[in-house]
């Protein structure tokens, strides 16, 4: 099994609250409470509720307003619960790996990155994978939490902006010579082992749903792939398949 990020030593600990988007407060195993920084802009929904288990990382860095950064919540507290990675500021790089690794599947099984963070008109996208056959496509990643039933599924709140991300990669997928590519990817990291297929969140965000299926009938090649979470790291499982909404 590939890794892909391996943690540093992780802080164990109970969640409290998590508010303010930003914010969660944390009973430390044995310790006091403290406020940590939460990188996840969507709702948790299902990773949110008081009382599952999380674990933290800390920083020595003293410019930080939090000491501590959240990671993980444990999806329930049973002996088969699935822990699941919640900071959004990783999936890019588990991406990349996946890439750098040759696990996508075909046609980007060939594809390296090539540069991060890459400007296309007034947006960003994430990646810009290159072949040596001369294969360049542009990707956006989105990091998927959300399990409903057996299925991820993405978002797990309402998305203008992911919306508006699928609409570029449509517009590359149409004319992809005018932005100096072959092609646009749109790839979904699931940071949870507990998922058997993905599937876009249609009852939350159909707009979104819409969206990506509009993306996929303009070429946009899609892919998710999941990974397995532990407090030591974050390991590759493999694809997941997936299916679109089609309201």
């Known amino acids: 099994m590939t890794l892909l990020h391996a943690y540093p030593q992780l802080i164990p600990g109970t969640l409290v609250r998590r508010y303010k988007r930003f914010l969660a407060?944390?009973?430390?195993?044995g310790g006091p409470t403290v406020?940590?920084?939460?990188?996840?802009?969507?709702?948790?929904?299902?990773?949110?509720?008081?009382?599952?288990?999380?674990?933290?990382s800390a920083s020595t860095d003293p410019a930080r307003k939090t000491a501590h950064t959240l990671e993980l919540v444990r999806a329930s507290m049973g002996p088969r619960a699935s822990w699941v990675g919640v900071n959004t500021h990783l999936t890019n790089t588990l991406a990349a790996a996946i890439a750098d690794a040759g696990l996508l599947d075909p046609p980007l099984g060939i594809l390296r990155v090539e540069r991060r963070e890459v400007a296309v008109g007034r947006s960003r996208l994430d990646?810009?994978?290159?072949?040596?056959?001369?294969?360049r496509m542009l990707a956006e990643v989105k990091s998927v939490t959300l399990r409903m039933g057996t299925d991820a599924?993405?978002?797990?709140?309402?998305?203008?902006?992911?919306a508006k991300h699928l609409e570029d990669l449509r517009a590359i997928a149409l004319d992809p010579a005018r932005f100096g590519v072959t092609g646009a990817a749109m790839v979904f990291v699931i940071q949870r082992a507990d998922c058997r297929a993905f599937s876009p969140a249609?009852?939350?965000?159909?707009?979104?749903?819409?969206?990506?299926?509009?993306?996929?009938?303009a070429g946009v090649h899609i892919q998710a792939h999941a990974v397995r979470v532990t407090p030591r790291g974050v390991s590759y499982k493999g694809p997941v398949p997936w299916s679109l909404a089609r309201g």
Do not use: K
């Open 25 to 29: 407060d944390v009973a430390l195993d």
């Open 35 to 56: 406020t940590a920084f939460c990188p996840n802009s969507g709702s948790m929904l299902g990773l949110n509720a008081p009382g599952l288990p999380v674990m933290l």
């Open 127 to 135: 990646l810009l994978l290159s072949a040596a056959d001369g294969t």
């Open 153 to 162: 599924r993405f978002p797990d709140a309402v998305t203008a902006r992911g």
């Open 202 to 217: 249609d009852q939350i965000d159909p707009a979104y749903a819409r969206a990506l299926a509009h993306a996929a009938d």
